[in-house]
């Protein structure tokens, strides 16, 4: 299981930064640092990310992250028109089910709740990736591509919307075609985009 920090208590950042030339011994920078923070009445806390398995309990709670995910951070790019058969609300979830565990599929955990996942197939194809409407920019995407990518030893392929492309883009990602995806008579624009492995020197 891998962990990220995903956050720190501002007050930390400003004292490594004002105090930590100042302070000689790190036991005297932690003892200022702890009556500082307990004549303030400071809570800090640290959020861990945390990257694991996809699990058959997890497919309802990520079947409305990315329903809300589509038709937020998607709006942006897409009609509504487009949004609503892209994201219908209606999935079936056994074959969400099914083809997550065919696939190699893992979630990011912070806290409680889900905030992204993501899945590749055995022949490197990156079929999924969706992060919380309300934790974008944090870096998630970024943790659960690593992980995805990290397990396959081919070209990894992935289908990217016109949202991702530029995300997918400074990870090295390129486009090979534009493309025209049709759902119930609506069109929708993604872009095939490959990623090359690089084969270590021995």
Known sequence: MQQYDTGICPLLQICSRGMMGKCMRRSIYLKYLIYLLKRESVFVEVQVLFIRAYQPSDCMEIMELFYRTVHTVNAKDYTAEQLNVWATGQADREKWNQSFCENDSIVAVEGKIIVGFGDIDRTGYLDRLYVHKDYQRKG???????????????????????????????????????????????????????????????
Do not use: D, W
């Not at 929708?188 to 020197?201: A, G, S, V, Y």
């Open 140 to 202: 998630i995407a970024t943790a659960i591509c690593n992980e995805l990518e990290g397990r396959v030893h081919q070209t990894v392929v992935t289908h990217a919307s016109i949202t991702a492309r530029p995300f997918f883009e400074k990870r090295g990602y390129q486009v090979l075609r534009e493309q025209q995806i049709e759902r119930q008579g609506i069109f929708l624009k993604n872009f095939i985009m490959e990623k090359e492995r690089q084969t270590p020197i021995m």
